[in-house]
């Protein structure tokens, strides 16, 4: 009997096709999937907000997910029948492109003022002033896999780029990343700072009113990583002598009479950051290659949490 594995829609199946000893059911994660008894892999459906009931899946051992972000969900998975715990798995390098584009024109908004533009319809008002992306101090926070596609976009506009990391390392397109503990001496000569860190313990509200401080007047904060990365009430405070162009927030969603909607030199879009035409042949090229790993009995790829090694998230 080939292995069950659960998709998350039929557009999903069909651009992953057929896999040799795989049996593939549609699961959109509401009640319980065909074959449920047999599910051995699910992919999840889409969800910055966490896994769907996976309960119902005595087989289950290995959850892939859509998102990059997985915050949360190593608490949501099930305790399966066989014991040997759940493997999850993120999305890493499904969002890199869309998210990359969505940082780099937050950042050509917010600092050509294009938002306040389309605010004044009907009237010819020409601010000759605004700076351009070209020649910037630009530090980007979470030098990972998405952080060097936003440094590969800002460098081929011309800015200067820094990138930060837990660890320090040399690279080859920003020179030498540095790491986390050298932010105080980094952020005074930044002019943009791209956020796009994973939410854990360590980074909750890393974006914090010391933080902000620090930072030079008129510097821009971009956040395309998660809400609760920024202090929002530090935002708030700091809202006019600095911009801020926020893709998350804190709460999110954002609720109609928050003060930020109303805060100076904020702009704010609805957590569009991978919600692109990219992501779905990107998605499912990787959920082809996990099937395939997994039918074969090979390594998966993007694991961050594996309850039989010290792989967690």
């Known amino acids: 009997m080939g292995v069950v594995v659960a998709l998350a829609s039929e557009a999903l199946r069909d651009l992953v096709g057929d896999v040799e000893g795989v049996e593939m059911v549609i699961w959109d994660g509401k009640g319980a999937p065909p074959r449920a008894d047999e599910v051995e892999l699910v992919v999840a459906p889409y969800s910055t907000a966490g896994l769907p009931d996976l309960s119902g899946l005595p087989a289950l051992r290995v959850v892939q997910v859509q998102s990059a972000g997985y915050d949360g969900m190593v608490s949501q998975l099930p305790s399966p029948a066989h014991g040997d715990g759940v493997v999850l798995c993120n999305a890493t390098g499904v969002h890199d492109d869309a998210t990359a584009e969505l940082a780099l024109g937050l950042t050509l908004a917010s600092l050509r003022g294009i938002d306040g533009a389309v605010r004044t319809r009907g009237q010819w ?146 957590h569009l950051g991978g919600g692109t035409t990219a992501m779905l042949p990107r998605m499912a090229a990787l959920a082809r290659e996990q099937v395939e790993a997994y039918a074969a009995g090979l390594p998966l790829r993007n694991v961050v949490h594996d309850p039989a090694s010290s792989t967690s998230g």
């Open 125 to 270: 008002l020409r601010d000759l002033k605004r700076r351009s992306l070209a020649d910037r101090q630009v530090l980007v926070l979470g030098y990972g896999s998405i952080g060097r596609a936003i440094a590969e976009r800002m460098v081929a506009c011309k800015a200067v780029v820094t990138g930060v990391a837990s660890r320090p390392r040399p690279d080859d397109l920003v020179g030498q990343v540095h790491g986390v503990d050298e932010l105080a001496d980094l952020l005074p000569g930044a002019e943009v700072v791209v956020v796009v860190l994973p939410h854990t313990d360590s980074t909750h509200h890393l974006v914090d009113e010391t933080f902000l401080a620090r930072l030079p007047d008129g510097a821009l904060v971009v956040n395309v990583g998660r809400g609760p990365l920024l202090d929002t009430d530090a935002v708030l405070a700091h809202a006019g002598r600095l911009s801020f162009a926020l893709d998350v927030t804190d709460p999110e969603p954002l609720p109609p009479e928050h003060p930020l909607w109303e805060a100076p030199e904020v702009l704010i879009t609805p």
